[in-house]
């Protein structure tokens, strides 16, 4: 099977398994938005985030190089696992030994963001425990990933989702036991998920005591450490709007903005797919890789414009779907954050360069300028546009922060792509973004327009992408 076919190949199995869980994901934010107060919702993600934030710290960014170091051919898989395995289980401890001195050191932060430290105490240990667990489901997971077991993979994100939603509905709606339900429920389904993989896959028979040489540990940390800050600093990027929206203006903002959030999760869903096959080919597929890559980035990048004109149109339809209607002045939003996210796509498409060659300060260095250009811009915006204030903040990060790229991984990879096509792109499905926001006269019209023209501009490059893929593949004369 050549690159292409694998390639693709790999990308219907994880479609299979992550649109059947995404579409179990998106019906659960309604039956939250239902069960939970926008107060509440916005504090229950918070909490989330918060722990989110944590796991990376905790586990050194282990998880990073569970991935990249298992497709290696070269280094033992269970070198791989049991460093992965033991890095978690340290941090894990600590943290259960740290857990009282967490809540006083975050309490400026959380002042900030008008949460009450009290109220987070209380549920600490729920944190704490979704850490752990969290982490841990990741290394059976990705260790998974990276031993070829695709399928199995699929399968267990269509079960965890499944878990998740059976769980929230259980803990939430039933016993209503609000935001800790839902925490609840996140980690007893990452436990089901360890359950299955452990039965499963044969992973722990790769566990094995630490020895004496420790030059595969040593690499793996030496890969992952700096992606810790790189992570919270892309944290910064993603979510400190929300605080900023919750401080600058009130949790109820913060709430909408959060509902609004997740529409663009439908670009993401998109990408995520594709990028958990990627990963893998560009790791392994090496020869005539520039060709390789430019061809992919190609179709990758008009398959995320099309999608996001098709958001950006049906956007108010998509908002009475999937929230209530206490939560549907959300969509005024969602155009902005739409193109935001597609450019957040981008840039994960270019750091999987810096991940192929074990690059992770660039992706480090990257991050921090994004994560300053957002804060920054959003002290100057939020003040004069409000929610979209903070959200065209996130969408200039994320723009910067992908022309760096473009320019920083050309000595690596030397993919050829028309800036011509990229910028027209970008500008149309801008002047989409802002008719929807201001619904200028006859808007449903041009919305229609603008999204036709999206479809026939990338439409061709994406049937021609297919077709050398499909019909022409090895045969294909490229360049190292």
């Known amino acids: 099977m050549n690159k292409y076919k694998r390639l693709i190949s790999n990308t219907l199995i994880f479609a299979i398994g992550t649109f059947s869980s995404k579409v179990l994901s998106f019906l ?22 918060m722990g989110n934030l944590l796991l990376p710290v905790v586990t050194l960014g282990i998880i ?30 600590l943290l259960l030994v740290l857990q009282p001195v967490i809540v006083p050191v975050l309490t400026p932060v959380m002042e900030v963001m008008e949460i009450n430290p009290a109220y987070v105490s209380k549920y600490m240990l729920y944190l704490v425990c979704f850490v752990g667990m969290s982490s841990m489901r990741s290394l059976f997971s990705q260790f998974t990933r990276a031993r ?34 839902y925490i609840s429920a996140i980690i007893t389904s990452d436990a089901c998920s360890v359950v299955f993989l452990a039965l499963t896959t044969g992973n722990l028979r790769y566990l094995r005591p630490m020895r004496v040489d420790h030059a595969v540990p040593v690499a793996m940390l030496k890969y992952s450490i700096p992606m810790v800050p790189n992570t919270i600093f892309w944290w910064i990027t993603n979510i ?55 061809r992919v980035f190609t179709a990758y990048y008009a398959l995320m414009f099309m999608a996001a ?20 002045p959300s969509w005024q939003y969602i155009p902005l954050l739409v193109v935001a996210t597609v450019f957040t796509c981008l840039v994960n ?28 811009l959003n002290f100057a915006l939020i003040p004069l546009w409000g929610v979209n204030g903070s959200v065209l903040a996130m969408l200039i990060s994320y723009l910067v ?12 990879v030397r993919m050829r792509v028309s800036t011509l096509r990229l910028t027209v792109n970008t500008l149309l499905l801008l002047i989409q973004a802002v008719l929807m926001v201001f619904e ?41």
């Open 240 to 294: 400190s709007n929300r605080f900023l929206i919750a401080a600058m203006m009130s949790q109820t903002d913060a709430g909408l903005y959060v509902a609004a959030y997740k529409v663009p999760n439908l670009i993401v869903l998109v990408s995520g797919i594709f990028m958990d096959a990627w990963q893998m080919s560009a790791v392994t597929e090496t020869k005539g890789k520039n060709r390789f890559f430019s």
């Open 64 to 93: 990073n190089s569970i991935i990249r170091f298992g497709l290696d051919k070269s280094i033992k898989k269970s070198d791989v696992f049991s460093t992965g395995f033991f890095t978690i289980l340290s941090g894990f401890l």
């Open 28 to 49: 659960l934010t309604p039956l939250l938005s239902y069960a939970l107060s926008p107060a509440e919702f916005s504090i229950t993600n918070m909490i989330v985030d």
């Open 349 to 376: 498409f270019l750091g999987s360069i810096y991940m192929m060659e074990k690059k992770s300060v660039h992706s480090l260095m990257t991050a921090i300028v994004g994560a300053g250009v957002n804060i920054g």
């Open 148 to 181: 070829g077991m695709v399928r199995l993979f699929a399968v267990d994100g269509i079960l965890s989702t499944f878990t998740t939603v059976l769980f929230s509905c259980l803990y939430v709606m039933v016993f209503q036991m609000g935001v800790v339900g």
């Open 401 to 412: 922060v992908f022309l760096i790229r473009m320019v920083d991984t050309k000595r690596y």
């Open 309 to 328: 004109s098709g958001v950006i149109l049906f956007s108010k339809v998509i908002t009475h779907i999937l929230v209530a209607e206490d939560y549907y």
């Open 440 to 480: 200028v006269p006859l808007w449903i019209l041009w919305e229609i327009l603008l999204t036709a023209l999206m479809l026939v501009l990338n439409m061709k490059e994406i049937l021609e992408s297919v077709k050398k893929i499909l019909h022409r593949g090895e045969n294909s004369p490229g360049r190292a």
